[in-house]
C-alpha cells in the first residue's frame, strides 16, 4: 500500500487547510484510514481516524475544528481543519491499517503562526 500525502502549509491562527491522502495497492475491505501528527519533541500522537465501518474518531484537542472524510470510490481521506491555532503545528502523517500492518505517508508540515 502507498500513501501520498497532499496539501498543508503555512497559515495564521484562526486560519483553514486541508490534507488530502490517497491510497493505492492492496486496500481491504475492513480497514481504517486517518491521520496523525508529531511536533517537535513529542510524540506522533492520532489526530482522527475513520474506519470502514464509516465510525470516526478524534482527538479531543481537534474535536469541533477538524473534520474527516473519506470517498472510498477513490480511496482517499481528507482532513479539513479549521479555527487552526499554533499547537496545531506539527508533520501530519496519513496512516493505513488493515488490521495486520501499519502503512504511513510521507508526511506533510502544518505551520499555525500566532
Known amino acids: 500500500v502507498q500513501l501520498q500525502a497532499s496539501g498543508g502549509g503555512l497559515v495564521q491562527a484562526g486560519g483553514s487547510l486541508r490534507l488530502s491522502c490517497a491510497a493505492s495497492?492492496?486496500?481491504?475491505?475492513?480497514?481504517?484510514m486517518g491521520w496523525y501528527r508529531q511536533a517537535p519533541g513529542k510524540q506522533r500522537e492520532l489526530v482522527a481516524l475513520?474506519?470502514?465501518?464509516?465510525?470516526?474518531t478524534y482527538a479531543d484537542s481537534v474535536k469541533g475544528r477538524f473534520t474527516i472524510s473519506r470517498d472510498a470510490t477513490k480511496n482517499t481521506i481528507d482532513l479539513q481543519m479549521k479555527s487552526l491555532k499554533p499547537e496545531d503545528t506539527a508533520v501530519y502523517y496519513c496512516?493505513?491499517?488493515?488490521?495486520?500492518?501499519?502503512?504511513w505517508g510521507q508526511g506533510t508540515q502544518v505551520t499555525v503562526s500566532s
Open positions: 495497492g492492496s486496500i481491504f475491505s475492513i480497514h481504517r
Open positions: 496512516n493505513y491499517y488493515n488490521g495486520f500492518l501499519n502503512y
Open positions: 475513520f474506519t470502514s465501518e464509516r465510525t470516526t
